[in-house]
């Protein structure tokens, strides 16, 4: 399934004002295509099923909206500090999960794939080559749009042919952030990095 838009079934609700517990019985029932995580339960629908489902019930698609989930993995507090700013001043409503720990990003992976996965290079336990290479074997994850950033610039090609969506050299500014992730997630008005 392409990830580029999914919606959890909390969302589903939302959008379609409907309870949860409907919109979970469309899920199970199947009235909605969806993916559900055999770990966690939890749902995925993706945006194209979602507006295919609206249009079949006559439902204005107006509402849809793109809020991607974002895991920042880096064993450095002030730059995760900074992503999270920069990510809540730019796009409030993102939900942005943070870790210092390559096992714990591995575990989070494996229960819920993010739409955008922006991950260090060199951290203590897993490190970033192996943390990448998990998301790219697996079905799971294998489409997850992986950001890469460094203070290794020698590193950089290798993460790229490893298959990094793209690599920032660490410092960065802002704009730079922000420039490559619109561009991975396809946001509107993305400019080239």
Same mark, same amino acid.
């Given at each position: /399934? ?30 909605? +295509? ?15 099923? @979602?507006?295919?489902? /609206? ?5 204005? +698609? ?8 974002? @895991? ?51 951290? +203590?336990?897993?490190?970033? +080559?192996?943390? @990448? ?34 690599? @920032? ?25």
């Amino acid at each position: /399934m392409n990830k580029k838009f999914t919606y959890t079934s909390g969302e589903i609700a939302r959008i379609l004002d409907i309870s949860d517990r409907t919109a979970r019985a469309y899920l199970r029932d199947g009235k909605i +295509p969806a993916r559900q995580n055999p770990i966690t339960g939890r749902w995925k629908i993706s945006k194209e099923d @979602l507006l295919d489902f /609206m249009k079949q019930y006559q439902m204005t +698609p107006t509402e849809v909206e793109f809020q991607p989930r974002v @895991l920042v993995v880096d064993d450095e507090p002030a730059i995760i500090e900074s992503i999270c700013k920069i990510f809540q001043e730019k796009f409030p409503d993102w939900v942005v999960d943070i870790t210092t720990s390559g096992y714990d990003a591995l575990i989070r992976l494996g229960a819920e794939a993010p739409d955008l996965l922006i991950l260090d290079i060199c951290m +203590p336990e897993a490190d970033g +080559p192996k943390i @990448l290479e998990a998301v790219r074997t697996s079905e799971q994850t294998a489409s997850v749009k992986v950001l890469v950033i460094t203070g290794h610039v020698e590193k950089i090609d290798e993460m790229i042919e490893r298959g990094a969506d793209a690599c @920032l050299e660490k410092p960065f500014s802002p704009e730079d952030l922000l420039a490559a992730t619109m561009k991975l997630l396809k946001i509107p008005g993305a400019v080239p990095v």
